[in-house]
């Protein structure tokens, strides 16, 4: 197998409604500040991947070029709904594993504003809305208003009562837990769209976006961007002791899509995706679950992040809710998730979530994440799914060059 690839610098931008700046000077300022954390210019480069969902056709990689240095080397914008900003740094980190470069910059970027709900079952014009039995691929069969809601929060909702309704003990204040847990860590990241806690009562009583998910329980609508610089073991060893010290190892990095599933293409399954990545990057890494030290993980809503206990195996099959009632997931228990505060209240700028959670983990490897460090962590899991569906899961390890 090729060299090791390593982490060397990351930014993040503050999230939130960023009114006075554009995509392009968050993306800018997002790849400018990563490159001064690794202590490396674009000149030392030699590719460069880049994803903006709402600029997908825009060449976004090319446009933050030309404001941090245009200097030829190859630009991959990648889209890929929710994993995008994951897909961007997997695309540097394959790049580095096939030899064909040494060091590379990915940048997730978003600007979002008040965009309203996203999702509700578009259909392109002309499309066939009716069912074939023979079976065809694609808007097969509208969902909005028929089976549910296609709706993001809508999608969320029904995996999460799913989950409920499957497994005994589940009820909807695991779901307020979730929130007041998430908003709670955020009150500690500087960075973050809301840092403000909120009680099971406020949660629970917020405006209802889609049941049990009220509006505390749902990613914002954000502005934002993150960066990454990955380099090879080779050049890392070249590289000067300070920037070795603190360089941190990409132990897996996996992207996953939606094997065939009974009704996934009805109502999308949010699962598999994911218990396929995480197995493959868990096997990778030769680790397991309980060997992590935190992980961010994708709770666009509430209800996600239960399942994804699951999905990520941090607790037993179908264990979710004992999982999180003994406490685990919070900042001082066994395996903290979402110390940032989550996509609940940090805030979720589609395209930058994924490089934002290297970033989150990356920063506690390294012992630098202030008030919200997690002491000692040494290995830590990121995980991102997009609705299509594809699934990205990233494991950074802290050890020795
Ligand atoms: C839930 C949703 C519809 C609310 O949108 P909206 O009606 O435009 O509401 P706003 O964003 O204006 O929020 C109004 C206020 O509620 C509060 N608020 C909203 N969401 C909040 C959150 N997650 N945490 C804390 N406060 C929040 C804020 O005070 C906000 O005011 P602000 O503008 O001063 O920050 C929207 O955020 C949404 O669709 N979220 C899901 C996004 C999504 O699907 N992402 C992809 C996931 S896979």
Same mark, same amino acid.
């Given at each position: 197998?090729?060299?090791?690839?390593? !982490?060397?610098?990351?930014?993040?931008?503050?999230?939130?409604?960023?009114?006075?700046?554009?995509?392009?000077?968050?993306?800018?300022?997002?790849?400018?500040?990563?490159?001064?954390?690794?202590?490396?210019?674009?000149?030392?480069?030699?590719?460069?991947?880049?994803?903006?969902?709402?600029?997908?056709?825009?060449?976004?990689?090319?446009?933050?070029?030309?404001?941090?240095?245009?200097?030829?080397?190859?630009?991959?914008?990648?889209?890929?709904?929710?994993?995008?900003?994951?897909?961007?740094?997997?695309?540097?980190?394959?790049?580095?594993?096939?030899?064909?470069?040494?060091?590379?910059?990915?940048?997730?970027?978003?600007?979002?504003?008040?965009?309203?709900?996203?999702?509700?079952?578009?259909?392109?014009?002309?499309?066939?809305?009716?069912?074939?039995?023979?079976?065809?691929?694609?808007?097969?069969?509208?969902?909005?208003?028929?089976?549910?809601?296609?709706?993001?929060?809508?999608?969320?909702?029904?995996?999460?009562?799913?989950?409920?309704?499957?497994?005994?003990?589940?009820?909807?204040?695991?779901?307020?837990?979730?929130?007041?847990?998430?908003?709670?860590?955020?009150?500690?990241?500087?960075?973050?769209?809301?840092?403000?806690?909120?009680?099971?009562?406020?949660?629970?009583?917020?405006?209802?976006?889609?049941?049990?998910?009220?509006?505390?329980?749902?990613?914002?609508?954000?502005?934002?961007?993150?960066?990454?610089?990955?380099?090879?073991?080779?050049?890392?060893?070249?590289?000067?002791?300070?920037?070795?010290?603190?360089?941190?190892?990409?132990?897996?990095? !996996?992207?996953?899509?939606?094997?065939?599933?009974?009704?996934?293409?009805?109502?999308?399954?949010?699962?598999?995706?994911?218990?396929?990545?995480?197995?493959?990057?868990?096997?990778?890494?030769?680790?397991?679950?309980?060997?992590?030290?935190?992980?961010?993980?994708?709770?666009?809503?509430?209800?996600?992040?239960?399942?994804?206990?699951?999905?990520?195996?941090?607790?037993?099959?179908?264990?979710?809710?004992?999982?999180?009632?003994?406490?685990?997931?919070?900042?001082?228990?066994?395996?903290?998730?979402?110390?940032?505060?989550?996509?609940?209240?940090?805030?979720?700028?589609?395209?930058?979530?994924?490089?934002?959670?290297?970033?989150?983990?990356?920063?506690?490897?390294?012992?630098?994440?202030?008030?919200?460090?997690?002491?000692?962590?040494?290995?830590?899991?990121?995980?991102?799914?997009?609705?299509?569906?594809?699934?990205?899961?990233?494991?950074?390890?802290?050890?020795?060059?």
């Amino acid at each position: 197998m090729a060299d090791n690839v390593w !982490v060397i610098g990351v930014h993040m931008t503050k999230f939130g409604q960023h009114k006075d700046k554009d995509a392009l000077d968050l993306g800018s300022e997002a790849a400018l500040s990563a490159l001064a954390d690794s202590g490396q210019t674009i000149h030392d480069m030699d590719v460069m991947a880049a994803g903006s969902l709402f600029n997908a056709a825009a060449g976004i990689g090319q446009q933050i070029q030309k404001q941090i240095g245009q200097t030829g080397i190859p630009v991959f914008n990648v889209s890929n709904a929710c994993a995008t900003g994951a897909t961007a740094f997997r695309t540097v980190y394959l790049s580095i594993k096939a030899g064909e470069a040494e060091m590379g910059l990915a940048v997730g970027v978003e600007q979002m504003g008040k965009m309203g709900l996203l999702g509700a079952a578009g259909s392109a014009k002309g499309a066939k809305t009716e069912y074939e039995p023979a079976g065809r691929y694609g808007n097969v069969m509208p969902v909005e208003g028929i089976l549910g809601t296609g709706t993001m929060p809508g999608v969320f909702a029904q995996a999460g009562m799913e989950y409920a309704y499957k497994h005994d003990g589940v009820t909807v204040d695991h779901f307020y837990k979730i929130a007041e847990k998430n908003h709670a860590h955020s009150s500690l990241n500087p960075l973050a769209q809301y840092n403000k806690r909120f009680t099971l009562d406020e949660i629970k009583n917020a405006q209802m976006i889609s049941y049990p998910n009220t509006m505390l329980m749902c990613s914002p609508n954000t502005d934002g961007a993150a960066a990454a610089v990955l380099v090879s073991e080779s050049k890392l060893r070249t590289l000067p002791l300070d920037v070795q010290k603190r360089a941190v190892r990409v132990a897996a990095s !996996v992207l996953t899509t939606d094997p065939y599933v009974d009704g996934s293409h009805v109502l999308p399954d949010v699962n598999t995706c994911t218990r396929n990545a995480a197995n493959k990057a868990y096997e990778m890494a030769g680790i397991g679950p309980q060997d992590l030290d935190l992980v961010e993980l994708h709770d666009c809503f509430a209800t996600a992040e239960l399942l994804h206990y699951d999905n990520l195996g941090l607790c037993e099959p179908g264990g979710a809710a004992d999982f999180l009632d003994s406490g685990a997931p919070w900042r001082d228990g066994s395996t903290p998730v979402n110390v940032s505060g989550g996509l609940e209240s940090k805030g979720h700028p589609i395209a930058a979530t994924g490089v934002a959670g290297i970033y989150e983990i990356t920063t506690h490897l390294r012992g630098e994440a202030g008030d919200r460090q997690i002491d000692g962590a040494k290995v830590g899991l990121t995980h991102v799914i997009g609705l299509g569906s594809t699934c990205g899961v990233h494991i950074l390890e802290k050890s020795a060059l």
